[in-house]
């Protein structure tokens, strides 16, 4: 799946891409879906400006790049380093199947991270 970069281009004339088409992923714990949501209700909002103005250019529409950046950049580049870092570590890597088969601990740790992140 495609990692997060901080300038990727995710939008350009007449299109927006959302999810794992943005790079959305988190790399840390592997999901997508909620920063799938997140996406789609910061492109809805920028459609919704589109047809305000009647305007559906690049230009106009990077926007929407700078609104994905702003709102989920900082929780997925952090991610993207944490993920770096353990996966050369062994015992982080063995730490890290123990959490990803607990719910619960997968759970809890994702609730302290993005405490932090935001």
């Known amino acids: 799946l495609p990692m997060w970069r901080k300038k ?13 088409a943005a790079s959305t992923i988190d790399p840390l714990f592997g999901h997508g879906v909620d920063k799938a ?3 789609g209700m910061i492109a809805a909002d920028q459609i919704i400006k589109c047809f305000n103005a009647q305007k559906f250019d690049s230009q106009f529409i990077s926007t929407y790049d700078e609104n994905v950046h702003q709102q989920m950049g900082k929780q997925l580049k952090n991610s993207l380093i944490l993920m770096r870092l353990f996966i050369n570590n062994r015992i982080m890597v063995r730490i890290f199947s123990v959490i990803a088969r607990n719910e619960r601990l997968k759970r809890l740790i994702k609730k302290t991270f993005d405490k932090f992140s935001h």
Request: net charge positive.
């Open 8 to 20: 990727s281009k995710i939008s350009g004339e007449r299109y927006m891409l959302v999810g794992d």
């Open 37 to 39: 949501i997140k996406g």
